[in-house]
């Protein structure tokens, strides 16, 4: 999914500027740039037709190139209030055919009627309608599912400290507050800080233990007296991994839908704003592993997590 592409002016018209429908072929327009790298998109073309003799209006002609050969893509938009029927196919057609594009798309907001999905699927016209966050009247109630797959380990960790004689003790480094240098952490901050250093690892079947010197860092385990600490010995072991699955609304997008397959086509999604609703648990619902690893059906957002049990979940590898 990309980027949006910094399209300005179509934010910039007012609805008394533009003629009935222009507002709703720029958004198809910045749809379409935000889609394609390469192609050339110009909006309210006009084409030489070659059985009218004549200039038709397209309202926006894609060309792109394959092997040398420029392919031509035609746009045509209705903002109506109403599905078109089979008739608006038909005209739609001759236009194609009077061009000699070798693609049609028709787009109509309020979607199509039947026998125009049926007579534009044997035409091979693809029939979408455009929407939008930033206008109610091209709205969708989008959803993008987000599947998760979480690793679970549990963790333990313990603390040297030097005695006197020379000696060291260990002991479970919980239930204290601890210092690098002057800056006090609680116990979770402590280990984030420390785990982050060089270290010794060591793995035994599905236990990993990590033994870090340290240096400059001290706790008050005993009687809140600051002792400095010699080392951290670190281990977490895997337990399981369970597959979870979300749907999230977006407040900001745009999109394409097709009412021949029913795909829809993200050009601009806001995941700024999803990335808080990841985070929120409630949202979550366990599915099977089969599930997660078939999960190819429409675009969506497949990431992966580790939870621990003094760190709690957090999240990598995010995939948009």
């Given at each position: 999914m990309r980027k949006a592409y910094k399209y300005c002016y179509f934010y910039k018209l007012k609805r008394y500027q533009l003629k009935k429908g222009k507002e709703y072929?720029?958004?198809?327009?910045?749809?379409?740039?935000?889609?394609?790298?390469?192609?050339?998109?110009k909006q309210d073309d006009h084409v030489w037709g070659e059985e009218t003799n004549s200039f038709r209006q397209i309202d926006l002609s894609i060309r792109y190139n394959v092997s040398d050969i420029e392919l031509l893509?035609?746009?045509?938009?209705?903002?109506?209030?109403?599905?078109?029927?089979i008739k608006v196919v038909g005209e739609f057609k001759s236009v194609i055919d009077?061009?000699?594009?070798?693609?049609?798309?028709?787009?109509?907001?309020?979607?199509?009627?039947?026998?125009?999905i049926e007579y534009a699927k044997k035409l091979r016209i693809d029939l979408l309608s455009a929407h939008t966050s930033i206008n109610d009247d091209w709205s969708y109630k989008l959803s993008i599912p987000v599947i998760n797959k979480k690793q679970i380990f549990a963790t333990t960790s313990d603390i040297v400290l030097p005695c006197a004689g020379g000696e060291n003790i260990t002991v479970n480094s919980k239930g204290a507050v601890y210092k690098i240098g002057?800056?006090?952490?609680?116990?979770?901050?402590f280990l984030s800080e420390s785990i982050g250093g060089t270290g010794n690892l060591v793995k035994s079947g599905k236990e990993i233990k990590i033994r870090i010197p340290l240096q400059n860092c001290s706790s008050n385990l005993f009687n809140n007296e600051?002792?400095?600490?010699?080392?951290?010995?670190?281990?977490?072991?895997?337990?399981?991994?369970?597959?979870?699955?979300?749907?999230?609304?977006?407040?900001?997008?745009r999109i394409l839908k097709s009412h021949t397959s029913e795909k829809v086509t993200h050009s601009f999604v806001?995941?700024?704003?999803?990335?808080?609703?990841i985070k929120e648990k409630e949202k979550?619902?366990?599915?099977?592993?089969?599930?997660?690893?078939?999960?190819?059906?429409?675009?969506?957002?497949?990431?992966?997590?580790?939870?621990m049990d003094y760190f709690g979940t957090f999240n990598f590898e995010f995939f948009k």
């Open positions: 072929e720029l958004l198809i327009e910045q749809i379409y740039r935000e889609l394609g790298d390469s192609t050339i998109i893509v035609i746009v045509q938009a209705k903002d109506w209030k109403h599905p078109a029927d009077d061009v000699k594009a070798q693609k049609g798309i028709l787009i109509c907001r309020s979607g199509f009627t039947k026998k125009a002057e800056k006090i952490y609680d116990y979770g901050g600051w002792r400095d600490m010699v080392e951290l010995n670190f281990s977490y072991t895997y337990l399981k991994t369970i597959y979870l699955k979300s749907d999230l609304k977006p407040e900001e997008y806001n995941f700024d704003k999803l990335m808080p609703l979550w619902r366990r599915i099977d592993k089969s599930e997660y690893e078939n999960f190819s059906n429409k675009t969506h957002i497949r990431m992966n997590s580790i939870e």
